[in-house]
């Protein structure tokens, strides 16, 4: 026999993901109490240890590492558990019919009530349900009514007529919803697949409608971030001067800071709103249905009830996207309309500083003749005393002529120094320390 090439690292892993969940064998009668529990992506190993927990107390094997599934047989019950994203379900399945007819004894009873009590999570959905022989009691209208305490329940044949279902959608005083399952037909695995996708419905349709409230919530505070945005704009067209500019971009970025903030809360929980509610269609389409007289079917009462949540969460989160479109816009705007009084303002500011360096430059070369002139005036003065204490030592020297005619030479040399002087500290060469 020839060996195969090397395997992927995931190969084995992606091969099995296709039997992660399987389906379990269900033969009529049973009853069936399904939990969901919310406990958060961060909550996955505590769910895994309280598992690990029942099965230590019965002395079976725990599930295996990474495993986001368990079926086990308990004796007195049968338990199911998956993993989701962020949150874990629990069917367990405990073999006949409740004594007193269906829903007057629950599942959960065989579990221990400690362990039950101390599920981590928040609890999502609780379901009853109980599949019945084929050859169970046949109930009218009001004998089924009187099962179903909301008095509003849906049903049809399903499994291609198969099985009857009647679900509730709703919680009795129990705490529970109910679903009951009539086999007309069904094979052990099929009546396990039936079973799954209806409490899936169910679960699903739960965990879909969490968006719903941050949909209504975030739909009042995007009215009011709406109304402010229009204020906003309806003021930029009045502004008088930077200021007032600089004001109302404060008050635009507190707007966009309250619309990104609802952006953050809401985005991870309308997208996964968005795939439940695919998933619950998928399942619906899955089971076949045939309408039942004077019932609505499964399908219709999700799209009465369900479709018009989705639908509310999608439309808050399209305005989402709508108002942070127009807040980026309006914002833009404001600070081109900043940025062009601020280049007024500079341009206005160069040509002051302009005019004020050429004053300066006035008064510094008016500053430089006086300089000039005084330092002439001493010069001269200095050569004028020289020429006088020369007829000390018995010299005829005619110090006015002397001193008038050193005028021009020394204001020429002053000038020259003045100007070479200029020049090195222009250039940078001037003498260390100046």
């Given at each position: 026999m020839s060996s195969l090439p090397?395997?992927?690292?995931?190969?084995?892993?992606?091969?099995?993901?296709?039997?992660?969940?399987?389906?379990?064998?269900?033969t009529a009668p049973v009853r069936v109490c399904h939990l969901a529990l919310h406990s958060g992506e961060a909550g996955r190993e505590a769910d895994r240890a309280h598992l690990e927990a029942l099965c230590r107390q019965f002395s079976l094997p725990p599930p295996a590492p990474g495993e986001n599934h368990m079926m086990a047989d308990f004796g007195s019950f049968r338990l199911k558990w998956e993993r989701h994203s962020e949150?874990?379900?629990?069917?367990?399945?405990?073999?006949?019919?409740?004594?007193?007819?269906?829903?007057?004894?629950?599942?959960?009873?065989?579990l221990p009530a400690d362990w039950l009590a101390a599920l981590p999570g928040q609890l999502m959905v609780a379901i009853r349900a109980e599949i019945e022989a084929a050859d169970g009691v046949q109930r009218d209208q009001a004998a089924l009514a009187a099962l179903f305490?909301?008095?509003?329940?849906?049903?049809?044949?399903?499994?291609?007529?198969?099985?009857?279902?009647?679900?509730?959608?709703?919680?009795?005083?129990?705490?529970?919803?109910?679903?009951?399952?009539?086999?007309?037909?069904?094979?052990?695995?099929?009546?396990?697949?039936?079973?799954?996708?209806?409490?899936?419905?169910?679960?699903?349709?739960?965990?879909?409608?969490?968006?719903?409230?941050?949909?209504?919530?975030?739909?009042?505070?995007?009215?009011?971030?709406?109304?402010?945005?229009?204020?906003?704009?309806?003021?930029?067209?009045?502004?008088?001067?930077?200021?007032?500019?600089?004001?109302?971009?404060?008050d635009l970025s507190e707007v966009s800071m309250d619309v990104e903030r609802i952006a953050a809360q809401t985005g991870y929980r309308?997208?996964?709103?968005?795939?439940?509610?695919?998933?619950?269609?998928?399942?619906?389409?899955?089971?076949?249905?045939?309408?039942?007289?004077?019932?609505?079917?499964?399908?219709?009462?999700?799209?009465?009830?369900?479709?018009?949540?989705?639908?509310?969460?999608?439309s808050v989160g399209e305005r989402i996207d709508r108002i942070s479109r127009r807040l980026a816009r309006a914002g833009q705007l404001l600070?081109?309309?900043?940025?062009?009084?601020?280049?007024?303002?500079?341009?206005?500011?160069?040509?002051?500083?302009?005019?004020?360096?050429k004053l300066q430059l006035r008064l510094q070369q008016t500053v430089e003749g006086l300089s000039v002139a005084a330092i002439t005036y001493y010069l001269v003065s200095l050569v004028g005393y020289l020429a006088k204490a020369t007829a000390d030592l018995g010299l005829s020297v005619p110090y006015d002529l002397v001193t008038g005619l050193s005028i021009p030479f020394v204001a020429a040399l002053v000038w020259y120094g003045v100007r070479r002087a200029k020049r090195l500290l222009a250039s940078g060469s001037g003498p260390k320390g100046v």
């Open positions: 090397q395997d992927h690292p995931l190969r084995a892993e992606l091969v099995n993901e296709v039997h992660a969940r399987p389906f379990a064998e269900v949150f874990s379900s629990y069917s367990i399945f405990c073999d006949g019919a409740s004594p007193d007819g269906p829903f007057s004894s629950s599942a959960t009873e065989a305490e909301s008095g509003s329940f849906a049903g049809s044949l399903v499994a291609g007529e198969a099985a009857a279902v009647w679900m509730d959608f709703a919680l009795n005083s129990d705490g529970y919803g109910r679903l009951l399952i009539q086999d007309r037909g069904l094979r052990p695995r099929q009546a396990g697949r039936l079973l799954q996708r209806l409490l899936e419905i169910e679960t699903y349709r739960v965990m879909a409608l969490l968006a719903l409230p941050l949909a209504r919530r975030g739909s009042a505070i995007l009215a009011g971030a709406n109304e402010q945005m229009l204020d906003i704009t309806g003021r930029m067209a009045t502004l008088g001067d930077l200021d007032a500019e600089r004001a109302l971009l404060d309308f997208g996964a709103a968005k795939a439940y509610h695919a998933l619950v269609g998928r399942r619906i389409a899955e089971l076949r249905e045939t309408r039942m007289e004077g019932l609505q079917t499964i399908g219709e009462f999700m799209e009465r009830r369900l479709a018009p949540a989705m639908q509310t969460c999608e600070r081109t309309r900043v940025d062009i009084n601020l280049e007024a303002q500079n341009r206005d500011l160069l040509r002051s500083m302009d005019r004020r360096a």
